[in-house]
């Protein structure tokens, strides 16, 4: 409605000023309004002055209502009483737990969200946000109430999710492409994915090779994209079950050998408020990593 002759008061102040007549002082009203007395008096001010009438009569620190107020408590209580029936408005908003996640973007894809379902039918009263850090330039919002973190710990209290290995993996097309790769040696002419979160040089000292850490081809700062451009066929990614399993599971992509070596940044837990959903969110995650942890090393050891 935009008729240039109609005065709407706020909703606070409406609700202010049947209170204050109601409960008879400002103070019982604030102490329903969960707001202060002199916010009570002033969202009613507001009223009288939008209107240009007077609607409480003040003695001390008691309350009456004018003739004008009377009429208007009575207009106001049906319009309040119309608005508290939509349900929408009814929502008990002070029993529903927020919780703000922030998480790398492939821990949150592979992990976090596949087990969203499980943790919010367990847990109707709490509001999930998930929100996404950029791990390599440590980026992420700080009101979260729950953060994951992939690289060295930031804190000497963070805490491990998952004891994270490394596999050498590839596309089946890709693999039919190359020579057999039947020993680590054999990567020497296949094309190596890279990434600075999980480089290959620690896996090469594991195989015995001396090689320097790849130079050529797409330099990927992100694990999922890693991932996705080995799906592609466009190279042999080092790459952690844990992240795969989806490609693993289908077949998309297969390890090329069998010699794993423990990534050097797990995934960590940043200290947490110990209050409201957070703990217990907290240790639903930790279970949820040792699950997915323990089915990669097992599709590992049937696929090998």
Known sequence: ???PDLRLPSIEGLRAFEAAARLGTFER???????????????VATVEE???TQLLVRSGKSLGLTAAGKEYLEQVRQVLSLLAAVPLHRRAAQRVQRLR????PTFARQVLVPHLQGYSTAHPEVELEVVLSIPYLDAGPADADVEIRNGAPPSPDARPLMRDVLVPMAAPALLQRLPALRTP????HAPLLRTPLDPWTPWFRAAGL???EPSRGPRLVDLGLLLEAAVSGQGIALARP????PWLRSGALQPVSTLSIPAAHPYHL??????GATPGFAAWLQQICEQVAAEGAELLSRLA
């Open 1 to 3: 409605m935009t008729r």
């Open 29 to 43: 009203a604030a102490d329903e309004l969960s707001i202060t007395a002199s916010a009570v008096s002033k969202r």
């Open 50 to 52: 939008l209107l240009n």
């Open 101 to 104: 996640v922030c998480s790398p």
């Open 185 to 188: 040696a054999d990567l020497r």
């Open 210 to 212: 001396d090689w320097p």
């Open 242 to 245: 844990s992240l795969a399993l």
């Open 270 to 275: 940043l200290p947490h408020a110990a209050q």
